[in-house]
């Protein structure tokens, strides 16, 4: 759902500062979770029927749900993280929840996380993609 509470397809996020993305995805993959201080965070491949996107998880999240989750969004983000990848994650206002799991049709390509993004030219508060850097994930190969 977009701000009208319609639910927006992968293939049409764009970097954002403000939580706006309202979607539905099934986990592919989950890397590992990784320690920064206090805080945990877990990489995950995510996807629906039109793109991919890396989905960042957060503290609980990171054991709370594995791959073949379906999981509803509202109010994501996709920004860059702290190490400058684009992820896509629920962030402060955001949340998530399970609301099913293996049932759904996916694709892994094109992989939003793996396109370059510019500033719209006509909308300084909007991004445009650039160039693709990979078809899919370079942190999750391909599935056979």
Request: proline share 5%; net charge negative.
């Amino acid at each position: 759902m977009d701000r009208e509470g319609r639910m927006v397809c992968l293939k049409d996020i764009a970097p954002a500062a403000e939580n706006n993305i309202n979607t539905q995805f099934i986990v592919l993959d989950k890397g590992r979770t990784i320690l920064e201080g206090r805080n945990k965070t877990c990489l995950a491949l995510v996807a629906d029927e039109t793109a991919s996107v890396h989905f960042q998880f957060w503290g609980d999240e990171c054991d709370g749900f594995e791959p073949g989750d379906i999981i509803r969004l509202a109010n994501g983000i996709f920004s860059y993280s702290r190490n400058t990848n684009l992820v896509l994650r629920a962030g402060r206002r955001g949340a998530i929840e399970k609301v099913g799991e293996f049932a759904m049709v996916f694709v892994e390509t094109p992989n939003m996380s793996e396109i370059t993004w510019i500033p719209d030219t006509n909308r300084s508060n909007k991004y445009v993609q650039d160039s693709v850097i990979s078809s899919h994930s370079r942190i999750f190969p391909p599935l056979p």
